[in-house]
């Protein structure tokens, strides 16, 4: 699942590779009198590049994905993903200015993204003591779906034919629940083992 998350924002990468090419291909800071007088397109805090290329910058941004530390390695790992989205951010705010942006690229997907990436960091960040407790919870709750429909089984067998009717949508219902309790425990444990493989 993390390594799917990554994979997809190495994707949005190379997408705005792509886009930052068009972009200095059409030669648009030349059209402007202020950015020809510059001599980096970005603060010296946000990227250690100097150019008036951006394609540049994507590369540097490139990097810092390629360069991200171990997970394990907590603080540096929020920092640099903390970098890599403001990076992105610097990026698609230069080339959302452009044509080049409407046609390949839009903000509200990518606002969407990042939330997503956000979020999926923060779970990738998780400790295996909390992922443990995750795990443990929904293997309690697991337990308690599977006596529910026992329970309701035991009834079914006791119940006239308009009752028998209402209890087994009740355990189609429980069913659906335990289906989604046994997908919860199947993430939780592909990242427990992510998250030891890792150490």
Known sequence: M??????????QIEKIKRDAKAFDNAKWFDKNRYMRSKHRLF?????????????????????TYVNLPPITHRRSYEYA??????????????????????????SNKFVKK????????????????ELHQELAKNKEFERRL???????????????????SEINLE???IHGRLGRC??????TEDNIKFSEKNK
């Open 114 to 129: 990042k939330t997503y990436y956000k979020k999926a960091v923060k779970k990738i960040m998780q400790s295996s003591h």
């Open 43 to 63: 603060d010296a805090t946000l990227f250690n590049t100097r150019s008036m290329i951006l394609l540049d910058y994507v590369d540097e941004l490139s990097e």
């Open 146 to 164: 599977l006596v529910m429909i026992e329970d309701k089984k035991a009834l079914l067998h006791r119940a006239c034919d308009d009752k028998a």
């Open 2 to 11: 993390n390594a799917q998350i990554l994979e997809r924002l190495h994707i």
């Open 182 to 187: 046994r997908k919860a425990i199947s993430a």
């Open 81 to 106: 993903i903390e970098r890599l989205t403001t990076q992105l951010e610097a990026v698609i705010r230069v080339l959302k200015s452009t044509p080049v942006w409407q046609k390949d690229l839009d």
């Open 171 to 173: 355990i189609l219902s």
